[in-house]
């Protein structure tokens, strides 16, 4: 029996911090990790791969949820709808070329009139603002 006291080992409390947490990101990177395994993607996954994407799906939300907060402010509303994220990606060059083949449900088209179909300004003569109608 060596190697056994009767003392009882001092059981230590450690709280798990999450790997989310750790990389200082909102996004879940276990969830993460664990689609990555499930998805058959690739027969190893590196334990940074999932902390990458992870941090590159946030980048990207933060990216859309502020533009679109933009064009929400833009239209005087307090909410974000599908039409103040389709400006978002739209009016942005980078993430048009990213998104350019998504269709974005109840987001509607941006506001665009070819200029051939807008009324053709005229010159007004001056002679016609010295002649008032009432003068006889």
């Not at 389709?86 to 070329?97: F, I, M």
């Not at 449900?105 to 008032?132: W, Y």
């Amino acid at each position: 029996m060596s190697g056994r006291g009767k003392k009882v080992a001092a059981v230590t409390a450690k709280t798990s911090i999450s790997r989310s947490s750790r990389a200082g990101l909102q996004f879940p990177v276990g969830r993460i990790a664990r689609l990555l395994r499930k998805g058959n993607y690739a027969p190893r996954i590196g334990s940074g791969a999932s902390i990458y994407l992870a941090a590159v799906i946030e980048y990207l939300c933060a990216e859309v949820l502020e533009l679109a907060g933009n064009a929400c402010k833009d239209n005087r509303k307090k909410r974000i709808g599908p039409r103040h994220i389709q400006l978002a990606v739209r009016n942005d060059e980078e993430l048009n070329t990213l998104l350019g083949a998504v269709t974005i449900s109840e987001g509607g088209v941006l506001p665009n009139i070819h200029a051939q179909l807008l009324p053709k300004k005229t010159m007004r003569d001056d002679s016609s603002k010295d002649v008032n109608s009432q003068e006889f």
